[in-house]
């Protein structure tokens, strides 16, 4: 029989798992959340305040529907108490394997049969969580973007075993939840965003390592002449020098010498502690506020290079039967704010031109991500070029 989800347990009250809560409670879900001491839940309960104050303040929502949204909030530091009724668990605890397999062994022995077990993971592998429960076919990747009480996008995970009616489920939560979903096809490393975004944080690396041109050049590039939202260097510090360095290990340790990490640019940072803008220093210094990037500097980096790269990494998500064209860019466009998706800009662009780029960048540096996948060779061979022929990643 199939149950409606009601009651949600959110394991982690950190950023992302209480930003989760709030959005479960505004939508009028009964939510528990969990975490390991008083001390930290009474700070996740403040924050839910205070975001739930800005929502009312910026009259997006009524003060009475705060309130009740924060009433349907119960945090407790004993699972039984959230899992015991719940329909859902969602885990968002930090990215530590072992950690998580034993929160799910938890989390199965006291939920209800019929219960839903999903991970906010964001590049874990989900079928490996799904072990350590009797329940493999109701567990899930649920991955949220920060912070999750204003971005739309979820990447829905379809681990080794999960069913059809629980993808189905997640799906439709989240569209419940005013969220837009894209579903991830297969347990791959990375999902859709973080092996697209990996292999343009990469090329933008190598670039700067290989002396090219500087940090500063690049991301005025990206963003004055690409239209981006950030440099690829500043949203570097934005995520976390250490999300974006563990993101890569992940990758290379997935898919070898297409994510070749690029030495001596991440990782000393990392050593050192400068993290990014939650410690004041990164890639620059974020203490006086967000980085100023000079106009003037916006020819300095060639921006087809990122967008070559992006191309070709989604290609491979195509290719590995991973995600649909229309996946990979609402997922670029919701999740990271892009001006369009790689699949729409090759189309627009011309397949044959992409193609062209990654065969130069290949044939002058060697780096396995500029070689063209499989996917765009045979593109090129049937003549699908994108809008000018009538087909390429989409029908026109």
């Known amino acids: 029989m199939s149950h409606e989800i009601r009651r949600v347990a959110v394991i982690g009250a950190g950023m992302m798992g209480h930003g989760i809560a709030q959005v479960f409670a505004m939508r009028g879900y009964s939510v528990g959340l969990v975490d390991i001491s008083d001390d930290i839940l009474k700070k996740a309960i403040q924050s839910i305040e205070w975001s739930l104050g800005k929502f009312v303040e910026k009259r997006r929502i009524r003060k009475e529907d705060a309130d009740a949204a924060l009433s349907r909030i119960k945090p407790t530091t004993d699972y039984n108490v959230a899992v015991g009724d719940a329909d859902l668990v969602l885990e968002a605890v930090p990215e530590k394997m072992e950690l998580k397999k034993k929160i799910f062994s938890t989390v199965d022995k006291l939920a209800p049969p019929h219960t839903i077990i999903v991970s906010n993971t964001s590049t874990l592998s989900i079928s490996e969580m799904a072990n350590a429960t009797g329940r493999p076919d109701k567990v899930a990747g649920m991955h949220w973007f920060n912070p ?5 996008l979820i990447e829905v995970i379809q681990g080794d ?9 997640i799906i439709a939560l989240s569209k419940a939840l005013g969220k837009t979903p894209i579903l991830c096809k297969k347990d791959v490393r990375g999902f859709i965003v973080n092996r697209v975004l990996g292999v343009v944080f990469n090329e933008a690396f ?8 500087d940090i500063e050049g690049i991301d005025a590039s990206v963003k004055y002449t690409g239209g ?3 440099g690829w260097f500043e949203l570097c510090d934005y995520v976390g020098l250490d999300i974006a360095y563990e993101v890569g290990t992940v990758l290379y340790e997935a898919y070898g010498e297409r994510f070749k990490p690029c030495p001596d640019v991440i990782e ?18 974020w203490s006086g506020g967000r980085p100023r990037i000079r106009f003037e500097l916006s020819d300095e980096y060639d921006v087809e290079r ?6 070709n990494e989604a290609s491979w998500l195509i290719y590995e039967d991973v995600a649909e064209p229309e996946s990979i860019d609402t997922g670029m466009k919701l999740g990271t ?10 189309d627009r662009k011309g397949i044959d031109v992409v193609v062209g780029k990654l065969d130069e960048l290949h044939k002058k540096y060697g780096l396995e991500m500029y070689s063209p996948s499989p996917l765009l060779r045979e593109y090129l061979a049937k003549g699908w070029l994108g809008k000018k022929s009538g087909r390429g990643f989409y029908q026109y």
């Open 148 to 152: 999750p009480q204003l971005m739309n």
């Open 161 to 169: 075993k999960t069913s059809q009616e629980t993808v189905e489920k």
């Open 206 to 213: 190598w670039t700067y390592h290989r002396k090219e041109t």
């Open 228 to 230: 981006f939202p950030m």
């Open 268 to 285: 000393p940072l990392v050593k050192e502690g400068r993290l990014g803008q939650k410690t004041g220093r990164g890639f620059y210094n």
């Open 306 to 311: 990122s967008w070559a790269v992006a191309v």
């Open 337 to 346: 704010g892009w001006p369009m998706g790689p699949c729409e800009y090759a």
